[in-house]
């Protein structure tokens, strides 16, 4: 049965908590509290309803599946002084960890970078890790340059907003001209919020560009691409085979470093992988999930 068979199937309750700077950081949970933890933390630009069908299927597999939005998106709060560096995203991971216990990771792009950024630190600190595993979603240890530069130039396309939804879906169906132009626009509000003006903007803090993507520590940019051999903690690498962000030469080479890793290749999706084939991501993430140890 496909996620979207799922749909409505698994009702949803909002939680918050706060992060760094105390910025409340908002989050969407699906399935019993008691059962094991999934973080769903999303690519940057992109909220938590990113993830189309795969926090209900996660519940229905037995797994307490919380979809957050990072600071300065969606419903979290904006950062009071524009920090969106990654040791403060690191610090929100940290909150949610407290809320949650020891929760598998899932995360896409940024998301799944802070997951990696977290768990380096710790291990040069000789913490012990602070998820129980990782899944990243077409990120690695690094990235390729030109499709992270193809990223940031659609978020910087509009500073001045849409004139209406339509409007904006015009500009995401010329940036995913893959995808089928949806007809039904409630999924895209989403992403939007109206400011005084009446202009639609994409639901993020503007100031957030000034950091998206930094990934150091003490300010070395390849802080997390030269300790990421550290990384000890189960591993689950989901590739989309047409990215521009994460190409099969990097994926192996994080394969080499990271030994322990898998690694699944998800035919005909993209960088957002969850969004152009749900189906056949949710599955093998399920799958990963249902095999790591009860502890």
């Not at 698994?10 to 949970?29: M, Y």
């Not at 202009?199 to 150091?216: E, I, K, Q, T, V």
């Not at 997390?224 to 192996?252: C, F, I, K, T």
């Not at 890793?261 to 991501?281: L, T």
Request: glycine residues 12%; contains cysteine; negative net charge.
């Amino acid at each position: 049965m496909g996620c979207a068979a799922y749909c409505g199937a698994v009702s949803s309750h909002q939680i918050e908590c706060v992060g760094a700077n105390g910025v409340r950081l908002a989050a969407d949970t699906y399935g019993d509290p008691s059962h094991p933890p999934v973080l769903l933390l999303h690519g940057g630009g992109q909220t938590r309803h990113s993830w189309g069908g795969t926090a209900e299927v996660l519940a229905l597999h037995g797994f307490y599946a919380v979809s957050a939005d990072l600071r300065g998106h969606g419903g979290s709060g904006w950062d009071p002084g524009g920090d969106y560096g990654m040791e403060t995203m690191s610090q929100d991971l940290g909150a949610w960890c407290e809320v949650l216990g020891r929760p598998v990771v899932v995360g896409a792009s940024l998301g799944g970078m802070t997951g990696i950024y977290t768990e380096v630190c710790r291990a040069l600190d000789g913490l012990e890790p602070m998820c129980k595993a990782l899944v990243l979603v077409d990120i690695a240890h690094r990235s390729e340059l030109e499709g992270v530069a193809r990223i940031v130039g659609f978020m910087m396309s509009a500073p001045e907003g849409f004139a209406s939804v339509e409007e904006a879906a015009d500009a995401v169906a010329a940036y995913l001209p893959h995808r089928p132009r949806p007809k039904n626009f409630d999924g895209l509000a989403r992403n939007l919020r109206v400011t005084a003006d009446g202009r639609y903007h994409w639901h993020w803090d503007p100031a957030f560009m000034a950091h998206a993507g930094r990934a150091s520590r003490l300010s070395n940019p390849n802080f997390v691409s030269e300790n990421a051999h550290l990384l000890s903690l189960p591993v689950l690498l989901v590739r989309g085979r047409l990215s521009d962000v994460l190409s099969e030469e990097l994926a192996q080479e994080f394969l080499e470093i990271v030994a322990h890793a898998e690694y699944v290749d998800v035919q005909d999706a993209h960088h957002m992988v969850a969004g152009d084939r749900n189906d056949a991501f949710t599955g093998p993430v399920v799958e990963f999930l249902k095999r790591l140890p009860a502890q």
